[in-house]
């Protein structure tokens, strides 16, 4: 996941991501991600 956001220069929209690495994992993963590392900030 966090190489999405390095190979980016633009924000990335939740749906996006999730649209980018469902092969790889599944929505509420990437959600839960997200919201772990907006937590640890």
Same mark, same amino acid.
């Given at each position: 996941? &966090?190489?999405?956001?390095?190979?980016?220069?633009?924000?990335?929209? $939740?749906? !996006?991501?999730?649209?980018? &690495?469902?092969?790889?994992?599944?929505?509420?993963?990437?959600?839960? $991600?997200? !919201?772990?590392?907006?937590?640890?900030?």
């Amino acid at each position: 996941m &966090l190489d999405q956001f390095k190979k980016s220069n633009h924000a990335i929209a $939740a749906v !996006e991501l999730v649209d980018r &690495l469902k092969e790889k994992v599944n929505k509420t993963t990437v959600y839960r $991600a997200l !919201e772990r590392l907006e937590d640890d900030g």
